[in-house]
């Protein structure tokens, strides 16, 4: 079973039927646009321990299919690989921010909110600010949605006093990516600033697409010892 739990995490559940296997791996491809050609070559996404049956994928980017396939293995050798697993995180929207606005969210560990400025050409400082209660986590990029292991500029303080400042900024739109630490909601404001440059136009946004159907992850033969 793979199921989007955010537009960042995937969670993978299958059923550990060995009794004898030393462990899983766990391989991913992503699928290609309708009428796009073939998919990408399977790829090791991780290897787990024997005995388990779940695992949370967190290098996902909304709105890209991913298919995921479980091998299970022993001193001997491999089993026959289970069937593909399906699954599409959302895309969100961006919220736009205004240079030197403030502004308040919310956030859960499961549900993060995006954010983009436009940085004009020219200027000399990129800072975005955090403040509010709990524990949440800051992650900047240029050009791209930043990810969990994708960014230019991370902030993870043990609360939610967070800061990323960039000097001399590449010109075009920066993202934000706010992640809570706990499944309670967090309230927290956030600001970017800017400092010089000549403005430059807006750079259109994410859209909201819903997830695809999960499709459940059934295990084959396993290892013999």
């Known amino acids: 079973l793979a199921t989007p739990l955010s537009s960042l995490q995937v969670q993978l559940q299958w059923r550990d039927a060995s009794t004898n296997e030393t462990g899983f791996r766990i391989e991913r491809r992503t699928a290609p646009p309708e009428g796009a050609g073939a998919s ?34 022993n001193d001997f050798g491999n089993s026959l690989t289970s069937n593909e697993a399906r ?7 961006a919220i736009q921010l205004l240079n030197g606005r403030m502004i308040s969210r919310s ?42 292991d994708q960014f230019d500029c991370r902030s993870n303080n043990f609360n939610s006093s967070e800061q990323c400042v960039m000097p001399s900024p590449v010109p075009g739109t920066w993202y934000i990516l706010v992640v809570g630490n706990s499944n309670t909601v967090t309230n927290f404001s956030i600001m970017a600033t800017h400092r010089g440059g000549i403005s430059i136009s807006s750079v259109g946004m994410f859209t909201e697409q819903p997830p ?5 992850v059934n295990r084959q033969r396993r290892p013999s010892s």
Do not use: E, M
């Not at 699954?87 to 929207?93: E, F, R």
């Not at 695809?212 to 459940?216: C, H």
């Open 40 to 73: 990408a070559d399977w790829q090791l996404l991780t290897t787990v321990g024997p005995n388990l049956g779940l695992h949370i994928d967190q290098q996902v980017v909304g709105g890209v299919t991913y298919l995921y396939r479980v091998i299970a293995f």
């Open 87 to 93: 699954a599409t995180p959302p895309t969100v929207s």
């Open 107 to 148: 956030v859960t560990r499961t549900r993060p909110v995006f954010f983009s400025i436009d940085v004009p050409v020219g200027s000399s400082q990129l800072s975005v600010q955090l403040s509010g209660s709990g524990n949440v986590d800051l992650y900047v990029r240029a050009g791209a949605a930043p990810l969990i």
């Open 212 to 216: 695809q159907t999960v499709v459940r």
